[in-house]
C-alpha cells in the first residue's frame, strides 16, 4: 500500500470532521463529536508517526507532502495535545451548556473551527512545499481567531484582535522571508523546474543559495514565525489571546500552535545551516531572542494576578528555553526537542487546571483564588504538580529536559547565556511559587454552589499527565531517545546520537 | 534679432488681463450666465487709473510704495520667462530662484501694505497668505528642479523652452507630476479656488482680497495689473513644461499663447467645480504638491 | 528604453500614488477606493512584468487578483464601513500632513535599500523593488500610526499588497497554486477581519482600537 496515501487521509479527515460538526443537533453532542472524532484521528496520526519512523520519510502528491523524523515527531505531540483537551472540552462547557450561554450555533461554530486548526496544523507539518507550510500557518491564525472569542466580551474581543493584527502581520513578513528564500535559489532553479521552492530539494542544493538573500530571507522567517511563536519582543499578542480564550483553546495554543512555529524555524534553520558564511546566523539569533524572551517572561510573571496569564508568560519563558536550546549544538538541539514535549503536556494540564478552577471560583484572580486543594483536590492538585513542574521541580522531565539545555550550555562555553537562564528561572520560580501556594493553600472563600465531583475523565487526564511528566524525568526510554536523536538530526545536519549522551 | 527677444514680455504686457475675462466667462458659462465681456478687465483697468486715491490716516509711505513695487518687480519677471521656444531676455544659471524670490519680493510688500493699514482684517489675511507661501516656494522649486535635471540647464530658458516630443516619451511621467504640482502652486498663488475664492468679501473666508481692501484708484489698478501679469508669467511657465515645440517660432508662440488660453478656460472649469476648501485643509493640498514635487525629483535622480 | 520599460515605469508610479493618497487621506471611504484602485494596478502590473508572453496560468491568476482585491475586498469593507456608520478617521498619531511629507523621504530610503539588494532582476525596471518595500512600510504605518480598526485592515491589505509586488519583482517559480492559496488566505483574512470589526462595534459601539486597553499587564 502507498504509504503516502496516510498523509492523505490525516489532512482530510479533519475537514470531513469540521462540516460534520456543522450538522450535529445539540451542544452536547457537538463536543462528544469532537472528542470522540479527535480520538480516531489521533491514532491515526499515532500510525502515520510510526510508519514514518519506520521507513525513515514519507513522500506523497509528487513530492509536495512531506513526512520525516522531525514531523512525525510533532505529529505525535499534536496528537497528543489535542486528544487531551477534546477529552477535557467534552466535560469543560457543561456548566455553560446548562446555562444556555454555550448555544447550539457557537457549539458548531467551536467544533468546526477546532477541527479546521487541527487540518491546518496538519498541513503545515505535511508541507514539503514551504510556500504551502506558510499557508498552513496564516490559515490556523485566522481560523483560531474566532476560537478566542468564544464567549463575547469586550475583553476576548480586544485579545482577539489584537491577536489577529501582530499575528497577520508577522506572517506577511514570513511571507516576505519566503519570497526571499525563493529568490536565492536562482542559481539552480532550473533543475527545480516550476515545482515551487521544496525543502527537500532545497536541502541538497543549500549550498548554492545566495548568502546574502538567504540571510535576509532568514532573518524575515524568523521575525515572522517568532512572532507566532511567542518570542519577544512579538509576544505581545500572547497573553490577551491565552488569557480570554476558553481553556481547551489555551492549551492547544501553548501546547502546540506556538511549538508549530517553532517547527517552521527549525525547517529552515537546518537549510541556512548549510549556506556558506551563514553558519551562525541561526545560533546568533536564537541566543539573542531565547534569551529577551527568558528575561522578559520573568519581568512580567512577577507582578501577575491572572492565573491564566501566568501560564501564557510562562509558555514564553518556555519558548525562551527550548530557543536557546537550539542554539547550543547537538545535546541542546535533542535537549529542546525533549523539551517541546514535556512544555506541552505540562501546559496544557495547567490551562486544564486553571480553567476548571476558573469556573469553581468565577474569576481567574489570584487574590481571590484561595485554597483550591480543599475546595477541588483533583484540580487543585493537579494546578500545584503542573506548576511545580513548569519551574522545573525534578524529578518532573522538565527539570531533566532544563539540565540537559545547562548541560549543553556549558559543553558550548556559553555562560553568559546560562546566566542569565538561571537567573530567570530562580526569579520564575520564587514568583510561580509564591503564587502557587497562595492559590492552592490556605482557606477556600464561600462559593455559592457546590463543585461536583471530578469525573473519571478529569481523574484520568491530571493523573496520565502527570505520570508521564514523572515518568520521562525518571527514565526515558530507548525510543524516545532514538526518535528525539533523529530528529535532532535533521536540524542539525550531523549525525546526533554519537555526541549525545543520555542516561 | 531684437524683436524676437521683447516679443515675449510685450505679448504678456498686453495680454494679462484677457485671462481674467476668459477665466469669468467660462464660469458664468458653467453658471447659464452670459457673463462680463472679455476685455471687462481692460475697462476695469482704465477705469482706476483715471480715478483718485483714497489714503486712510494710518498708512505711511510704505502704503503708497507697495502697488507700485509690486507691479515694477512683476514687470521686470517677465524680462526672465521664455515661451514658445524664444529665449528670454535675460538667462543666466540659477534665474528660476531669482524668478521665485520677485515673487516673493511682490509678496512681502503686498503683506507690508496690508499690514501697515493697522487693521487686523488684513493682518489676518496677511498671516494666511504667508503660511501658504510658504508651503507653496518649496513645491515651486523642487519641481523645476527636477526639470531643470532632466533638462541638464540652470536656467528657466534652458528648461522651458526646449520641451519636445521626444523628452516627452522619454520621462512623461515626471512632467507630469511636476505639472501637475505647479498646478496646485499656480492655484494657490493666484488665489484661486480652492485655495481661496477671487469673488468673496465676506469676512472668514478671504485671503488675498483681504489684503488690498485698503487700496483704491491708481493703486488698485497697479495691483490688479501686477496680478494679471503674474498668473501670466506662470502660466508660461507651467505651459512651457508640458506644451513641445516644434523649432518654427511663428508657430511656437502662437501654440503657446493658445496653450496659456486653454489653462485659463480650464482654471475656470475647476473653479467652477470645486468650492473652495475649508481653510485646515489647504495646507493639506499644499503638502500633496509638496509630496508629487519631491517623488518627481527623486525618480529624476534615481 | 522600450515601451512596455514606460509602461511598467507609469503603472508603478501610480502605485507610488495611490500610497500617498492612502497616507494623506482621512476619508476611509476613498481610502477603500484608493485600494481598489492599487488592486487593479497590481493585477495589471502582474502581468506587465513577465518577460515574453504571459501563459494562460498568469492571465488567470492576473483576472484574479484584479476580481478580489479590486472589486470583492472593496466591496466586503464597504459594506462592513456602513453597519458601523462610521465615514472618517479619528485624528491619527501621525498627522496626515507630516505622513505626506515624510513619505517621499521613506521612498528615498526604500530607493537606496532597493539598490543594496542585489536581487535576480528578471523584470524591466529598477524601481519594482524599492516600490515593494515602500507599500510594506506605508501599510505597517497605516496599521500603526491610525486609530480605527478599520484603516488597521487596510494598512494589513497594503502590506500585502506590497509583498505581492516584490514576489513579482524577484524571478520566483512558486507555481501558481501556491499564489491563489495565498490569495485565498488574504481573502479569508479580509472576510474575517471584516466580521471581527462587526462585533467589536456590537460589543464596544465604537472601532476605536486606540480605546481597547483594558488588557495591561
Not at chain 1, 446548562?98 to 473551527?113: D, P, S
Not at chain 1, 497577520?168 to 539552480?188: Q, W
Not at chain 3, 522600450?2 to 508603478?12: E, G, K, Q, R
Not at chain 3, 524577484?170 to 479569508?188: H, K, R, S
Amino acid at each position: 500500500m502507498n504509504s503516502g496515501i496516510l498523509l492523505w487521509i490525516i489532512l482530510l479527515l479533519p475537514v470531513v470532521g469540521s462540516g460534520i460538526c456543522q450538522i450535529l443537533r445539540s451542544p452536547k453532542n457537538v463536543m462528544n463529536f469532537v472528542c470522540f472524532g479527535m480520538a480516531l484521528i489521533g491514532i491515526l496520526e499515532v500510525v502515520t508517526a510510526g510508519v514514518v519512523f519506520s521507513r525513515n520519510t514519507i513522500f506523497s502528491c509528487g513530492e509536495w507532502f512531506y513526512m520525516d523524523a522531525l514531523s512525525a515527531y510533532h505529529l505525535i505531540v499534536m496528537a497528543l495535545v489535542f486528544c487531551m483537551s477534546s477529552l477535557y472540552g467534552m466535560r469543560y462547557f457543561d456548566k455553560e451548556i446548562h446555562e444556555g450561554i454555550f448555544t447550539l450555533k457557537l457549539a458548531k461554530r467551536y467544533g468546526t473551527l477546532w477541527f479546521a486548526s487541527l487540518a491546518a496544523m496538519t498541513l503545515i507539518l505535511v508541507s514539503n512545499n514551504l510556500g504551502m507550510m506558510w499557508v498552513g500557518m496564516e490559515t490556523t491564525t485566522l481560523v483560531t481567531a474566532f476560537l478566542i472569542c468564544t464567549r463575547a466580551s469586550k475583553a476576548s474581543l480586544e485579545g482577539m484582535w489584537k491577536y489577529l493584527i501582530v499575528c497577520s502581520v508577522g506572517i506577511a513578513f514570513a511571507f516576505m522571508g519566503t519570497l526571499f528564500i525563493a529568490a536565492a535559489t536562482y542559481k539552480f532553479q532550473g533543475s527545480i523546474s516550476g515545482n515551487g521552492v521544496l525543502w527537500t530539494q532545497l536541502k541538497i542544493h543549500a549550498g548554492l543559495l545566495d548568502p546574502k538573500l538567504a540571510q535576509i530571507g532568514f532573518l524575515f522567517i524568523f521575525v515572522g514565525y517568532g512572532t507566532k511563536a511567542g518570542l519577544s519582543p512579538m509576544h505581545t499578542w500572547l497573553p490577551d489571546a491565552h488569557s480570554q480564550a476558553p481553556s481547551p483553546v489555551s492549551a492547544v495554543f501553548s501546547g502546540f500552535m506556538l511549538n508549530a512555529a517553532l517547527y517552521c524555524i527549525m525547517r529552515y534553520t537546518s537549510l541556512i545551516k548549510l549556506v556558506p558564511g551563514n553558519e551562525n546566523l541561526s545560533r546568533n539569533l536564537f541566543l539573542i531572542f531565547g534569551t529577551l524572551s527568558i528575561a522578559i517572561a520573568a519581568a512580567f510573571i512577577l507582578s501577575q494576578h491572572d492565573l491564566k496569564r501566568l501560564l501564557a508568560y510562562s509558555s514564553v519563558e518556555h519558548i525562551g528555553i527550548i530557543t536557546i536550546g537550539m542554539a547550543m549544538g547537538p545535546l541542546g538541539t535533542f535537549a529542546a526537542l525533549f523539551h517541546t514535549l514535556n512544555q506541552s503536556i505540562c501546559k496544557s494540564l495547567g490551562f486544564f487546571c486553571a480553567g476548571r478552577l476558573g469556573q469553581i471560583y468565577g474569576s481567574y484572580d489570584m487574590r481571590v483564588m484561595t485554597g483550591a486543594l480543599r475546595l477541588s483536590p483533583l484540580w487543585g492538585g493537579g494546578l500545584l504538580g503542573s506548576l511545580l513542574a513548569l519551574i522545573g521541580i525534578a524529578p518532573f522531565a522538565l527539570f531533566m529536559s532544563e539540565l540537559l539545555i545547562v548541560k549543553a550550555a556549558i559543553a558550548t562555553n556559553l555562560i553568559w547565556v546560562l546566566v542569565v537562564f538561571l537567573l530567570g528561572s530562580c526569579i520564575i520560580f520564587a514568583a510561580v511559587l509564591k503564587h502557587v501556594i497562595s492559590v492552592v493553600y490556605g482557606t477556600p472563600p464561600v462559593l455559592d454552589f457546590k463543585p461536583r465531583c471530578s469525573s473519571i475523565v478529569d481523574t484520568g487526564i491530571v493523573v496520565f499527565s502527570l505520570g508521564v511528566l514523572l515518568v520521562l524525568g525518571l527514565w526515558m526510554p530507548n525510543s524516545l531517545n532514538e526518535i528525539l536523536c533523529r530528529a535532532a538530526n535533521i536540524i542539525e545536519g550531523i549525525d546526533v546520537a554519537t555526541t549525545v549522551c543520555v542516561k | 534679432m531684437h524683436i524676437e527677444k521683447i516679443i515675449n514680455p510685450l505679448l504678456s504686457l498686453v495680454l494679462a488681463p484677457l485671462l481674467f475675462g476668459i477665466i469669468n466667462r467660462t464660469k458664468a458659462l458653467f453658471a447659464g450666465r452670459t457673463g462680463q465681456p472679455l476685455l471687462q478687465s481692460y475697462y476695469d483697468l482704465w477705469k482706476l487709473f483715471r480715478k483718485g486715491a483714497v489714503y486712510s490716516k494710518t498708512t505711511s509711505w510704505v502704503f503708497r510704495l507697495g502697488p507700485i513695487v509690486g507691479l515694477s518687480v512683476v514687470i521686470a519677471a517677465t524680462a526672465l520667462v521664455p515661451s514658445g521656444g524664444l529665449p528670454a531676455i535675460i538667462a543666466f544659471d540659477g534665474d528660476v530662484i531669482l524668478f521665485a524670490y520677485l515673487f516673493g519680493l511682490m509678496r512681502f510688500f503686498t503683506v507690508l501694505t496690508a499690514l501697515d493699514t493697522g487693521s487686523s482684517f488684513e493682518g489676518m489675511g496677511a498671516s494666511r497668505e504667508v503660511m501658504f507661501s510658504a508651503l507653496t516656494e518649496p513645491a515651486f522649486l523642487v519641481g523645476l528642479a527636477a526639470i531643470s535635471k532632466q533638462t541638464h540647464s540652470l536656467s528657466l530658458t534652458g528648461m522651458l523652452a526646449v520641451a519636445d516630443t521626444a523628452l516627452w516619451s522619454h520621462i512623461g511621467p515626471v512632467q507630469l507630476l511636476v505639472a501637475f504640482s505647479v498646478f496646485i502652486v499656480f492655484l494657490a498663488e493666484n488665489s484661486r479656488m480652492p485655495v481661496d475664492d477671487p469673488n468673496t468679501h465676506l469676512e472668514l473666508t478671504m485671503i488675498h482680497e483681504v489684503m488690498v481692501l485698503d487700496n483704491s484708484g491708481a493703486d488698485l489698478g497697479f495691483i490688479t495689473y501686477a496680478a494679471a501679469i503674474k498668473m501670466w508669467l506662470l502660466s508660461t511657465v507651467l505651459v512651457g513644461i508640458l506644451v513641445p515645440h516644434n523649432g518654427n517660432a511663428w508657430i511656437d508662440i502662437s501654440t503657446a499663447v493658445a496653450a496659456v488660453f486653454i489653462l485659463a478656460v480650464l482654471v475656470g472649469v475647476v473653479e467652477s467645480s470645486m468650492a473652495r476648501l475649508k481653510l485646515l485643509h489647504v495646507p493639506q493640498i499644499l503638502l500633496i504638491a509638496n509630496a508629487l514635487s519631491i517623488l518627481a525629483l527623486i525618480l529624476v535622480l534615481r | 528604453m522600450s515601451f512596455m520599460t514606460n509602461l511598467v515605469d507609469t503603472v508603478i508610479i501610480l502605485f507610488i500614488l495611490t500610497n500617498f493618497m492612502l497616507l494623506g487621506s482621512s476619508s476611509l471611504r476613498r481610502c477603500i477606493r484608493v485600494i481598489a484602485l492599487q488592486g487593479i494596478l497590481l493585477g495589471i502590473l502582474a502581468i506587465l512584468m513577465e518577460n515574453g508572453t504571459p501563459t494562460i496560468h498568469l492571465i488567470l491568476l492576473s483576472a484574479a487578483i484584479i476580481c478580489l482585491k479590486g472589486i470583492i475586498f472593496p466591496f466586503l469593507l464597504i459594506r462592513t464601513l456602513r453597519d458601523l456608520n462610521v465615514q472618517h478617521e479619528v485624528e491619527p498619531f501621525v498627522g496626515y500632513g507630516t505622513s505626506l511629507v515624510l513619505s517621499p523621504l521613506v521612498l528615498v530610503v526604500c530607493i537606496w535599500l532597493g539598490s543594496q539588494l542585489s536581487l535576480p532582476m528578471g523584470v524591466t525596471s529598477s524601481l519594482v523593488a524599492p516600490v515593494a518595500f515602500f507599500t510594506i512600510t506605508c501599510g505597517l504605518f497605516l496599521i500603526v500610526s491610525r486609530k480605527k480598526a478599520l484603516t488597521q485592515v487596510l494598512g494589513y491589505l497594503v502590506l500585502e499588497n506590497g509583498i505581492y509586488v516584490f514576489g513579482a519583482s524577484i524571478a520566483t517559480i512558486q507555481p501558481v497554486l501556491v499564489e491563489l492559496g495565498i490569495l485565498l488566505d488574504a481573502f479569508v483574512a479580509v472576510f474575517v477581519m471584516g466580521i471581527a470589526i462587526y462585533h467589536i462595534n456590537r460589543e464596544f459601539e465604537h472601532t476605536d482600537v486606540d480605546r481597547l486597553n483594558r488588557l495591561k499587564g
